[in-house]
């Protein structure tokens, strides 16, 4: 690895890992967990991912989107039964990327990858918002002028300190600088450490102390494949937008893999579950990180946080830390999906902001699907107005039609509505070159339509039918 390639994943790997550590407490807490175990969670999945992955670069830790599903959980049964849930849910993670199911990430249209990155970084601007809160109340007076300043203070940095030199990543001075400012200055703000206590040793490899009985695997399998879901979309998601970034192509089936396997042996010592995490990413895509390095220097750091540098990592006031999240949320809002808004059909414009605030008001599992139906609701309506026929009277007296378009239950109403039964001569001929029948409905309309012609006592022949439709209706047992 030349030098300069080095350098600039190991100092994006070190900014990186100052981000991790916040949001990692932060989603340990809103799951009632104790906040090292998001910490052992981000440095076991953020290491092993970005070793074993397939989209070096991208960076995976304890992410929010899996603690809130498993809040239920946790109340009701118990951190065991949720460490279970986690290694149940990473091997069914694997079985997903060793089916090689990644490419199902195709079937996710563009407006719902644009809603996705907009919704995402909505909810990172809105989740930096209750760091301006004491409790249930907001920060007022002195305290919210110094967060404001040092916030403000943080961005400006971030965003003038590239037009000067590129030799740095941008967020890591800022986090630096401004922590030192606050320390020599002795301002009064709110520290890392304020948060919670990171100190601790190392993870201990232990087998959860659950009873392995059919009852505690309906319990936790719901959870487990809840999470795995969530998990799985979220980091195709993020490849695929890292892929776009960095101009280049990772693997999905193989980071599906090296995720669930992460989550296995995260839960074997204690840690939380994990996928890919956009704002990280974004931060390490944007420091200059492109390596595997990158990502097990970010994973590698927060152990030594935790281990030996808990004292002055708590000391990193909160204010720079959400001062850079502010950032990431910026940079990663597609901007430019709201200058073509007016230029793009309705039905895109609708996944987008459909997306969106899906996203913002429930999970992304739920908002990506919603996305997906509108899309194949689009295109099914599309393609069945896409269907129609010519018709022409033979030499010999007899009918023939001729269809173009795609048969299936979208459209077997309007393939219906052009044939005449009544009207039509005796012998009457379907045409198919130029049509494809795609699923059973197609099949029964091609039965609906024999139907009709024999009450009529007419006859219907049917020609020029594909190999893969002579098979679909053999299957069917249609003649043809």
């Given at each position: 690895?030349?030098?300069?390639r ?16 916040p ?114 109340h ?16 943080t ?50 490899l ?14 936790i ?28 192509r ?9 995720l ?15 996928c ?13 990180g ?7 220097v ?71 699907l ?36 795609t ?11 052009q ?7 005796a ?24 139907q ?27 003649r043809?």
């Amino acid at each position: 690895m030349k030098p300069a390639r080095l350098r600039a994943d190991l100092l994006a790997g070190l900014t990186t890992a100052f981000a991790l550590v916040p949001e990692c407490i932060a989603f340990a807490l809103v799951a009632h967990l104790n906040p090292l175990m998001g910490l052992y969670g981000a440095f076991i999945i953020c290491t092993l991912t970005a070793l074993f992955g397939g989209r070096p670069g991208m960076i995976s830790g304890a992410a929010g989107s899996m603690a809130v599903v498993i809040i239920a959980l946790v109340v009701q049964h118990g951190v065991q039964y949720f460490l279970a849930t986690v290694l149940l849910g990473g091997a069914l993670m694997v079985l997903f990327g060793l089916l090689r199911l990644g490419k199902l990430i195709r079937l996710v249209p563009y407006p719902v990858m644009l809603g996705f990155v907009n919704g995402l970084a909505i909810v990172i601007a809105m989740a930096q918002l209750e760091h301006f809160k004491t409790g249930e109340h907001w920060l007022t007076g002195t305290s919210l002028y110094l967060m404001v300043g040092l916030v403000a203070l943080t961005m400006l940095v971030v965003y003038v300190l590239p037009k000067l030199t590129r030799t740095v990543p941008p967020a890591l001075v800022a986090i630096l600088g401004v922590g030192l400012l606050v320390y020599l200055l002795d301002l009064p703000t709110r520290t890392l450490g304020d948060m919670a206590q990171i100190a601790g040793g190392l993870p201990a490899l232990a087998w959860p102390q659950v009873p392995w009985s059919l009852d505690m695997l309906r319990i936790i399998a719901p959870y487990a494949l809840l999470m795995a879901m969530v998990g799985l979309l979220e980091t195709l998601l993020t490849l695929n937008l890292t892929d776009e970034i960095t101009e280049s192509r990772g693997f999905p089936d193989r980071e599906c893999v090296a995720l669930g396997a992460a989550n296995m042996v995260s839960g074997l010592f204690g840690g939380m579950g994990g996928c890919a995490m956009i704002g990280q990413t974004v931060i390490n895509l944007s420091s200059g990180g492109r390596g595997r390095l990158s990502g097990v220097v970010a994973g590698v750091m927060i152990l030594l946080f935790v281990l030996f540098l808990s004292p002055l990592i708590e000391r990193i006031p909160l204010a720079a830390l959400v001062g850079v999240m502010f950032v990431v949320a910026q940079q990663t809002f597609a901007w430019a999906s709201l200058r073509v808004l007016h230029k793009v059909p309705a039905s895109d414009v609708l996944a987008i902001v459909a997306v969106t605030v899906v996203t913002v008001l429930t999970d992304l599992a739920a908002a990506v699907l919603f996305g997906i139906v509108i899309a194949a609701i689009n295109f099914a309506w599309q393609h069945a107005r896409e269907l129609y026929a010519d018709s022409q009277i033979e030499a010999d007296g007899s009918k023939r039609y001729q269809v173009r378009g795609t048969l299936f239950f979208a459209s077997t109403a309007p393939f219906l509505n052009q044939f005449d039964p009544a009207g039509d001569p005796a012998q009457v001929t379907l045409d198919c070159q130029h049509l494809s029948f795609v699923d059973y409905s197609a099949v029964a309309a091609l039965q609906t339509l024999r139907q009709r012609y024999d009450k009529a006592g007419k006859h219907l022949r049917v020609v020029h039918l594909s190999e893969r439709c002579k098979k679909l209706l053999h299957r069917a047992g249609e003649r043809h």
